[in-house]
């Protein structure tokens, strides 16, 4: 340094005093630390703040080296090298985010600063300012957990489910094998629906307590949305899903009490594995949901192992959806009717429409079989109920101006006669087309009728009390007790064709019919059987005292022409 550039003592003195306020301010503020040190990292510095943050009284510190206080072991040599540059190249220490370490061990975060003072000298001092973010990272903790805690059940949620299976999937690869179950309330909609919201809430709260319990370390429990859970599950022995399955299975065997009540709920159940099924964490939920829903198309408290067929199914649904809902516009569909004989007279009563399907595309399957179900899953039910329920009270309309006075029986829903405006729209339309209440019939399964809510037996009241005939469809395929048809308001019950498959040679069959023909007149209902091919089986329901009867032998379904000429033929005779 030349003469000429050389301070004055008066300027270095004055610049000495403003660096030394400069230190004392930072020294009066509060949580932050600040720390002086010689140009070989000793302490020369350590005011109250880094007491407080780092757990070393001052008397300790003062001479200590940096690294050997504060900084954890892995940052030491960047460190070290960091403070050289500084003092031989006047390279500064950038700002930053840091971790540093207390004396007790632990961990601390901080924004560190640092200034270099009296660097004209030969002892240039390092001071470090170092503002505590423990608060911050408290409150940023937090808030990362209530992004990924499920607020009503204080399980992990979607988020977390998410995080945890991608990281499962990252770190393990195919060196682990998951389970997830996809696990669905069966009944969480209806308690919702008769006892309200706070009930279903603290049904999901006993139930996520519930799967809590039997959810072991390294397993991940997570509320997936609405009444949705997914157990996430490592495992090396495909017998420990057995056994995990069978544990979820007994959650549900006992009541829940929810306040003073007790509330039964069963649950369907869905089951993917890794890496089987898929290497991606959005898939294998996607195939677990999957299996989920084909357990409950099945009936409650079932459950369902994901196959391939499965994702080829919905790859089938998904593209019959679509054409099902152009097939109304585009005139691709049509009712069938099959009449329905009086086994006392051979006359015919009534006639069941049969919903047929021409779809352009003749790839795409067309049996109802297939197509209703698919339907069944969305909206779209109601849209083909509508079209079903206009075009046969247009075509009994059609046949009582030809002087047939018969009833149509059509299949409805159960998602078509729970909604609000059925009942209103069902009469309209019988008025509008001059209809007689009677002739203008509905069949509901036997399943739709078991699972039945209050509101859907009620509107079935009012269909019955306004005097349309209601038929139990397919009675004998379901699991339901006769003791249970004397609460429905039905007035029919159509017996399943399987009961007189192997009559009258199978004494067990025959006397199975007799029992539910017997019982089923002594609850005022008409009896209906299906599917009589013979003239044997004929004449035996006849005998057993069966009202009607519907079956090839009779006549198979046709189209409205076909059966106007069959019912004109029936009035001759």
Same mark, same amino acid.
């Given at each position: 340094?030349?003469?000429?550039?050389?301070?004055?003592?008066?300027?270095?003195?004055?610049?000495?005093?403003?660096?030394?306020?400069?230190?004392?301010?930072?020294?009066?503020?509060?949580?932050?630390?600040?720390?002086?040190?010689?140009?070989?990292?000793?302490?020369?510095?350590?005011?109250?703040?880094?007491?407080?943050?780092?757990?070393?009284?001052?008397?300790?510190?003062?001479?200590?080296?940096?690294?050997?206080?504060?900084?954890?072991?892995?940052?030491?040599?960047?460190?070290?090298?960091?403070?050289?540059?500084?003092?031989?190249?006047?390279?500064?220490?950038?700002?930053?985010?840091?971790?540093?370490?207390?004396?007790?061990?632990?961990?601390?975060?901080?924004?560190?600063?640092?200034?270099?003072?009296?660097?004209?000298?030969?002892?240039?001092?390092?001071?470090?300012?170092?503002?505590?973010?423990?608060?911050?990272?408290?409150?940023?903790?937090?808030?990362?957990?209530?992004?990924?805690?499920?607020?009503?059940?204080?399980?992990?949620?979607?988020?977390?489910?998410?995080?945890?299976?991608?990281?499962?999937?990252?770190?393990?690869?195919?060196?682990?094998?998951?389970?997830l179950f996809f696990i669905d309330l069966d009944v969480f909609?209806?308690?919702?629906?008769?006892?309200?919201?706070?009930?279903?809430?603290?049904?999901?709260?006993?139930?996520?307590?519930?799967?809590?319990?039997?959810?072991?370390?390294?397993?991940?429990?997570?509320?997936?949305?609405?009444?949705?859970?997914?157990?996430?599950?490592?495992?090396?022995?495909?017998?420990?899903?057995?056994?995990?399955?069978?544990?979820?299975?007994?959650?549900?065997?006992?009541?829940?009490?929810?306040?003073?009540?007790?509330?039964?709920?069963?649950?369907?159940?869905?089951?993917?594995?890794?890496?089987?099924?898929?290497?991606?964490?959005?898939?294998?939920?996607?195939?677990?949901?999957?299996?989920?829903?084909?357990?409950?198309?099945?009936?409650?408290?079932?459950?369902?192992?994901?196959?391939?067929?499965?994702?080829?199914?919905?790859?089938?649904?998904?593209?019959?959806?679509?054409?099902?809902?152009?097939?109304?516009?585009?005139?691709?569909?049509?009712?069938?009717?099959?009449?329905?004989?009086?086994?006392?007279?051979?006359?015919?009563?009534?006639?069941?429409?049969?919903?047929?399907?021409?779809?352009?595309?003749?790839?795409?399957?067309? &049996?109802?079989?297939?197509?209703?179900?698919?339907?069944?899953?969305?909206?779209?039910?109601?849209?083909?109920?509508?079209?079903?329920?206009?075009?046969?009270?247009?075509?009994?309309?059609?046949?009582?101006?030809?002087?047939?006075?018969?009833?149509?029986?059509?299949?409805?829903?159960?998602?078509?006669?729970?909604?609000?405006?059925?009942?209103?729209?069902?009469?309209?339309?019988?008025?509008?087309?001059?209809?007689?209440?009677?002739?203008?019939g509905i069949e509901l399964t036997e399943h739709t009728l078991?699972?039945?809510?209050?509101?859907?037996?009620?509107?079935?009241?009012?269909?019955?009390?306004?005097?349309?005939?209601?038929?139990?469809?397919?009675?004998?395929?379901?699991?339901?007790?006769?003791?249970?048809?004397?609460?429905?308001?039905?007035?029919?019950?159509?017996?399943?064709?399987?009961?007189?498959?192997?009559?009258?040679? &199978?004494?067990?069959?025959?006397?199975?019919?007799?029992?539910?023909? &017997?019982?089923?007149?002594?609850?005022?209902?008409?009896?209906?059987?299906?599917?009589?091919?013979?003239?044997?089986?004929?004449?035996?329901?006849?005998?057993?005292?069966?009202?009607?009867?519907?079956?090839?032998?009779?006549?198979?379904?046709?189209?409205?022409?076909v059966i106007s000429e069959q019912l004109a033929q029936n009035?001759?005779?």
């Open positions: 340094m030349t003469a000429q550039n050389k301070p004055k003592p008066s300027e270095l003195a004055s610049h000495l005093i403003a660096e030394r306020r400069f230190i004392e301010l930072l020294d009066a503020l509060p949580k932050v630390s600040v720390q002086g040190y010689d140009k070989h990292r000793r302490v020369i510095h350590w005011n109250r703040s880094s007491e407080e943050i780092y757990g070393y009284r001052r008397e300790d510190a003062l001479g200590q080296k940096l690294e050997d206080l504060i900084i954890p072991e892995g940052m030491r040599p960047t460190v070290i090298a960091l403070h050289q540059q500084w003092i031989d190249k006047g390279i500064a220490i950038p700002s930053a985010e840091l971790i540093l370490q207390r004396k007790d061990g632990s961990y601390v975060p901080v924004f560190s600063s640092h200034i270099m003072l009296k660097q004209d000298t030969d002892e240039p001092e390092m001071f470090c300012v170092d503002v505590d973010l423990s608060e911050q990272y408290q409150a940023q903790q937090e808030l990362r957990q209530r992004a990924i805690t499920d607020q009503l059940t204080g399980l992990p949620n979607r988020r977390h489910l998410d995080e945890r299976l991608k990281q499962h999937i990252e770190e393990q690869g195919e060196n682990c094998q998951l389970a909609k209806e308690v919702n629906d008769t006892l309200g919201h706070h009930w279903g809430d603290d049904l999901l709260k006993a139930v996520a307590q519930r799967l809590s319990n039997i959810t072991s370390e390294g397993e991940l429990l997570a509320r997936f949305g609405g009444d949705e859970f997914v157990l996430l599950m490592p495992f090396q022995h495909t017998v420990e899903v057995q056994v995990r399955l069978q544990q979820i299975q007994a959650a549900f065997s006992s009541p829940f009490q929810i306040g003073r009540e007790n509330l039964l709920s069963s649950a369907s159940i869905g089951i993917s594995h890794y890496p089987q099924d898929s290497h991606s964490a959005e898939a294998l939920l996607k195939n677990a949901d999957l299996a989920m829903y084909h357990a409950k198309e099945q009936g409650h408290g079932r459950h369902q192992v994901f196959t391939p067929k499965m994702a080829d199914d919905m790859l089938l649904q998904h593209a019959l959806s679509k054409a099902l809902h152009a097939a109304i516009d585009n005139d691709e569909l049509t009712l069938y009717y099959q009449p329905i004989y009086d086994l006392s007279n051979h006359q015919i009563v009534a006639c069941e429409a049969l919903l047929r399907w021409f779809p352009q595309d003749e790839r795409l399957p067309n &049996s109802p079989a297939v197509f209703v179900p698919i339907a069944e899953r969305s909206d779209l039910i109601l849209h083909l109920g509508d079209w079903v329920l206009k075009q046969a009270c247009q075509q009994a309309q059609s046949w009582q101006a030809q002087g047939h006075h018969l009833r149509i029986d059509i299949n409805v829903s159960g998602k078509q006669v729970i909604q609000s405006d059925f009942f209103e729209q069902f009469s309209q339309l019988k008025q509008e087309h001059q209809l007689t209440a009677e002739q203008i078991i699972q039945s809510n209050h509101h859907l037996l009620e509107q079935l009241q009012a269909l019955k009390d306004s005097g349309v005939e209601i038929a139990i469809d397919d009675f004998g395929t379901g699991y339901s007790s006769l003791n249970y048809l004397k609460t429905l308001p039905v007035t029919h019950l159509k017996i399943d064709r399987s009961f007189i498959q192997n009559i009258p040679e &199978s004494h067990i069959e025959t006397a199975l019919l007799a029992a539910v023909v &017997s019982i089923g007149h002594q609850l005022n209902l008409d009896i209906i059987v299906e599917g009589i091919e013979t003239e044997q089986q004929a004449e035996y329901c006849k005998s057993i005292g069966i009202d009607f009867a519907q079956g090839f032998l009779f006549c198979r379904p046709a189209s409205p022409d009035n001759q005779d």
